[in-house]
């Protein structure tokens, strides 16, 4: 003897377990995507301090730089090019900029010493094909790096002999300096 | 269905609001990752740093040959845009051009194109000190 009372409920319930299980299948069928998403910071972190860092290298000179005798209109940065010193680079760039305790550099997570750099130059050679300068750096390391970039435009100016790459053309020209950052 | 009283039927619709509720907010989270994920996507793939260093050097350019340099240095501002486009796409891998009006009562008007593949900048700025 089957009674008829019950109908309706069944019905209920196998609607209501179609739409659970409808909801199921799209939430675990939705494309989840995972993003390292801490690496991307930090890593945006350091590509932001080291551009930075170029930035304010590249600001005209005080009167009082030892580094050369008061040139106006020309920063740091465009001597340490036209000069192609690479120590006074790496001086600046780490010592002064980027492990300066007093600079929000050192908010960077792991610390400035854990941070590796390595800096060239890239201009337009006299037989107008790209040339490379490697200014200053190292070579160890295996964390992710960042490369930051910096234009300057410079009136060549020659320096002692030697000290600057024979194949720079003797003019005003762009040049592009490239210092790769990352951590040990 | 002879039997059928007709007491319980907000309960069944009330169930059903509620199962439909439930479903729209299960749509709604499962897309929450994707939009999360293109919106992360668009702000670390733009090369903010990269045009705003163009942008400045540019400025600084036009501020040299139009100050210091009007009777020639050696190298013209073709030159110089020559010289931004080859090193962008030989290091950048980044078509970029610029062009400069002609100065007209003080005003002159840069323009800036960039395009690496994947952000496509256009800029128009008007600078006052020529």
């Known amino acids: 003897m089957v009674k008829g009372e019950a109908q309706l409920y069944t019905m209920e319930g196998i609607a209501a377990g179609l739409i659970m299980l409808l909801t199921t299948y799209l ?36 009167l009082n730089n030892s580094l050369v005798n008061y040139q106006p209109n020309r920063t740091d940065l465009e001597l340490m090019v036209n000069r192609t010193n690479g120590t006074a680079f790496g001086n600046e760039f780490v010592n002064t900029y980027l492990c300066n305790p007093n600079a929000v550099a050192q908010g960077i997570a792991v610390g400035c010493s854990a941070i590796q750099v390595n800096a060239s130059i890239w201009y337009v050679g006299v037989s107008n094909s790209t040339e490379s300068y490697f200014l200053n750096g190292s070579y160890v390391g295996i964390g992710p790096g960042v490369r930051v970039t910096h234009w300057i435009h410079t009136n060549y100016m020659p320096g002692p002999p030697g000290s600057v790459p024979p194949d720079m053309r003797n003019e005003p020209q762009e040049v592009l300096v490239e210092v790769l950052m990352w951590r040990t | 269905m002879a039997n ?127």
């Open chain 2, 4 to 130: 059928l009283k007709p007491d319980g039927q907000w309960i069944i619709m009330m169930g059903f609001l509620v199962s439909l509720g439930i479903f729209y907010l299960a749509v709604i989270i499962s897309q929450s990752t994707l939009v999360g994920q293109t919106t992360a996507e668009g702000v670390l793939e733009f090369p903010k740093n990269d045009i705003q260093d163009l942008r400045h050097d540019i400025l600084k350019v036009e501020n040299f040959y139009l100050t210091q340099c009007q009777s020639g240095c050696g190298n013209t501002m073709s030159d110089i845009n020559m010289e931004i486009q080859q090193i962008s796409l030989y290091r950048k891998s980044a078509i970029v051009s610029y062009n400069l009006s002609p100065c007209n009562n003080g005003v002159s008007q840069v323009s800036i194109y960039y395009d690496n593949g994947v952000t496509t900048y256009n800029e128009s700025s008007i600078t006052v000190d020529c």
């Open chain 1, 27 to 62: 939430v675990l069928g939705s494309t989840s995507v995972y993003t390292p998403g801490d690496t991307h910071i930090t890593d945006m972190q350091l590509e932001q301090v080291g551009s930075d860092i170029l930035r304010v290298m590249d600001t005209p000179l005080s």
